[in-house]
């Protein structure tokens, strides 16, 4: 998914985002599960940099790769201006290219959710299985069946404040588990202007067996399987789930 216009507004209308609760979940991950010590993170789908940066100003040393440049660019202008060196990449999840031993893998805030099918989510987990040491740790979130069915599609959200309004239209997808994402956005430029911008998102997820069989057969092990941002298992009208998997050597 290449953000265009969103780009620029993507900090602005994720201000109120659970950022140091991911952060949390990966110090709480790494604390339980980690074998050794783990420094080199790699940040996949890390959009903005809000987590990426997060993480670096703890002592991680993070790598961010992205598949939208605009959203890269606000990354990199903001590691610079919080003093942080950290490097951004412009690849495709399902194709890393340059790394290898990396101690943990982290996708988060959905980012697994834009991959169309069952052969893209594994393609991904093999990439990454690729760039990570043995008993590295993967890190990731996904929107479960009850939300992108029950809470999203045939839904409409909205905000309307001064500097930045939106529409928000959900349609349900051709396929199970599938959802359309019609936004359109309204930024206030000067007295009673306004510019608009249009965009046209499409996510999909899968039952957590699926996702479970998909990375056992990438060469990974589950270690914990938990629910909106919780350590309480998830249940039929959990929104998100977190796993916590492991490189088998």
């Keep these: 998914m ?3 216009h969103f780009a620029g507004l993507y900090d602005r209308l994720m201000e109120d985002a659970p950022y140091d609760m991911w952060v949390s979940f990966v110090n709480n991950a790494i604390e339980s599960y980690s074998n050794g010590p783990a ?33 890269l660019a606000v990354a990199r202008g903001k590691a ?46 093999q990439a990454v299985f690729k760039s990570m040491r043995n008993d590295g740790l993967l890190l990731f979130d996904v929107h ?44 206030h430029i000067g007295d009673a202007v306004y510019r608009r911008y249009d965009e046209n998102h499409f996510q999909k997820t899968y039952s957590i067996e699926t996702y479970t069989s998909i990375l056992n057969e990438a060469g990974f092990e589950i270690l914990a399987l938990t629910a909106d941002f919780t ?5 039929e009208t959990s929104e998100r789930v977190f796993f916590v998997a492991r490189k088998k050597a």
């Design 144 to 187: 479960t069946l009850y939300k992108i069915g029950e809470v999203f599609s045939e839904h409409t959200f909205a905000l309307n404040d001064e500097e930045i309004s939106y529409i928000w239209e959900c349609h349900p997808g051709e396929e199970e588990g599938s959802v359309y994402h019609d936004l359109s956005f309204f930024l």
């Design 2 to 4: 290449s953000y265009q």
């Design 231 to 235: 350590d309480r298992t998830p249940v």
């Design 39 to 71: 420094s080199s993170l790699l940040d996949i789908g890390c959009g903005t940099g809000e987590i990426s940066t997060r993480l670096a100003q703890i002592g991680y040393h993070v790598t961010g790769i992205d598949l939208s440049e605009e959203m």
């Design 80 to 125: 610079e201006q919080n003093g942080l060196e950290i490097p951004f990449y412009q690849q495709d999840m399902r194709d890393l290219n340059g790394f290898t031993d990396q101690d943990i893998a982290v996708i988060f805030c959905d980012s697994l959710n834009y991959l169309r099918t069952t052969e893209d989510v594994k393609t991904t987990f």
